[in-house]
């Protein structure tokens, strides 16, 4: 059955979306999807500057998406939950229905 959302809630939840609303955030989090990574490493990863990367990674971390921890001068990012990779994996397979659903529509007007 389905959690009745408060209105509470769903601005919690519609601020979760909106972070991942960003391509920036979402390569950052392909990106780490690999293991934890350094700000350096992401820049490198990703093509987005420093500055980039380190505003979006403290969205982010603010709305729990990833955790951080400090390694001596570096402080290297993780996914905190995989689960966000399930919200991913569930937007592309649609997409990729969309996409045949119109190729097919297509291949009957020929």
């Given at each position: 059955?389905?959690?009745?959302?408060?209105?509470?809630?769903?601005?919690?939840?519609?601020?979760?979306f909106?972070v991942?609303?960003?391509?920036?955030?979402?390569?950052?989090?392909?990106?780490?999807?690999?293991?934890?990574?350094?700000?350096?490493?992401?820049?490198?990863?990703t093509?987005?500057?420093?500055?980039?990367?380190?505003?979006?990674?403290?969205?982010?971390?603010?709305?729990?998406?990833?955790?951080?921890?400090?390694?001596?001068?570096?402080?290297?990012?993780?996914i905190?939950?995989?689960?966000?990779?399930?919200?991913?994996?569930?937007?592309?397979?649609?997409?990729d229905?969309?996409?045949?659903?119109?190729?097919a529509?297509l291949?009957?007007?020929?």
């Amino acid at each position: 059955m389905a959690r009745p959302m408060t209105p509470a809630l769903l601005e919690l939840v519609a601020e979760r979306f909106r972070v991942l609303g960003e391509p920036a955030r979402l390569r950052l989090l392909q990106a780490l999807r690999d293991g934890p990574a350094s700000v350096t490493r992401l820049v490198t990863a990703t093509g987005l500057t420093q500055a980039n990367v380190s505003k979006h990674l403290q969205l982010l971390h603010g709305t729990g998406f990833v955790t951080r921890e400090r390694r001596g001068s570096f402080v290297e990012y993780a996914i905190a939950s995989p689960d966000v990779f399930v919200l991913c994996d569930v937007m592309c397979a649609q997409l990729d229905d969309d996409v045949a659903r119109r190729r097919a529509a297509l291949a009957a007007t020929r």
